[in-house]
C-alpha cells in the first residue's frame, strides 16, 4: 500500500526557512516522479515544484529561486528547501507520486506552513 507522509511544516516568521520532507513507502520510489503542491485557504491546490526521476527540477514561478527540491532515493524521501518566506506562502503543503505508465497518483495528507510574525 502507498503511503506518502510529509513533516517538517509549523509556523515561521517571515523571511524564515523550513525544509519539508515526504518519505514514501510502498512503491519503487526511484521509478516515481515527485513533487510538492500546495493549498491556502479558499484557494486551489497549485504546483510549488516537481522533480523527474532523472533528477531535473521544475519550479512554479512564484517560487523564484527561493525553493529547492531533492530527493533521496536511497531513503525514498523527497525534500523541499523553502527559504525566504512570505505570509502568501501560507498552505497545506502536499507531496505527490506520479508513474504515468503505471497509471499511479498519490497523495499525502499535507503538513501545514504557517508564516506569520
Known amino acids: 500500500q502507498v503511503q506518502l507522509v510529509e513533516s517538517g511544516g509549523g509556523l515561521v516568521q517571515p523571511g524564515g526557512s523550513l525544509r519539508l520532507s515526504c518519505a514514501a513507502s510502498?512503491?519503487?520510489?526511484?521509478?516515481?516522479?515527485m513533487g510538492w503542491y500546495r493549498q491556502a485557504p479558499g484557494k486551489q491546490r497549485e504546483l510549488v515544484a516537481t522533480i523527474t526521476t532523472g533528477v531535473t527540477p521544475n519550479y512554479a514561478d512564484f517560487v523564484k529561486g527561493r525553493f529547492t527540491i531533492s530527493r533521496d532515493n536511497d531513503k525514498n524521501t523527497v525534500y523541499l528547501h523553502v527559504n525566504s518566506l512570505k505570509p502568501d506562502d501560507t498552505a497545506i503543503y502536499y507531496c505527490n507520486a506520479r508513474n504515468e505508465r503505471l497509471g499511479q497518483n498519490c497523495w499525502g495528507q499535507g503538513t501545514q506552513v504557517t508564516v506569520s510574525s
Open positions: 510502498g512503491i519503487r520510489f526511484s521509478i516515481y516522479a
